[in-house]
C-alpha cells in the first residue's frame, strides 16, 4: 500500500489504536442513574458466556467474542457483513467506580451492566 493510503486509513482510528484492534468495537450507551450508573453494550449475537467484564478505577472493558454459529456442510458464503471476532469496549466514567457492587444482566442482545456506588447504596 502506499504511505498516503495507509495514512488515510489510519486517520480513522484513535492514534495508537490499529485496524486490527477496532474491527469490532461495540456500541454501549452510557447513563447516570440515582443508584450510580447504567452501561448498555450492544451484542447482539454474543452469548453471555463469552463475555467478561473488569472495573479498574474509572475504567469499564467488556472483552469477548461473537462466533460464527450457523454453519453447515456444503454451505458456503455469499456475503458477509457481520464481524465474527474477538472483540473489547472500554468506557472511562468520570468518577472511580471500582468499589461499586456490579450486576450485570443480558436481555435481547443487550448487556446491561449496573454498577452501584457506595455513596448511593
Known amino acids: 500500500m502506499s504511505r498516503d493510503l495507509i495514512r488515510l486509513m489510519q486517520s480513522f482510528f484513535p492514534p ?41 478505577g474509572c475504567h469499564v472493558t467488556v472483552r469477548g467474542v461473537r462466533r460464527d454459529w450457523l454453519t453447515e456442510k456444503g454451505c458456503s458464503y455469499y456475503r458477509m457483513e457481520i464481524t465474527y471476532n474477538h472483540f473489547e469496549r472500554g468506557v472511562e466514567l468520570p468518577c472511580n467506580v471500582e468499589p461499586a457492587s456490579v450486576a450485570t444482566d443480558y436481555r435481547d442482545g443487550m448487556l446491561l451492566v449496573h454498577l452501584i456506588t457506595e455513596a448511593e447504596k
Do not use: C, M, N, Q
Not at 36 to 51: Q, S
Open 16 to 56: 495508537g489504536e490499529t485496524i486490527s484492534e477496532t474491527a469490532w468495537r461495540p456500541a454501549v450507551d452510557v447513563y447516570r442513574t440515582s443508584r450510580g450508573w447504567l452501561l448498555k453494550f450492544d451484542l447482539a449475537g454474543v452469548r453471555p458466556e463469552d463475555v467478561s467484564l473488569t472495573v479498574e
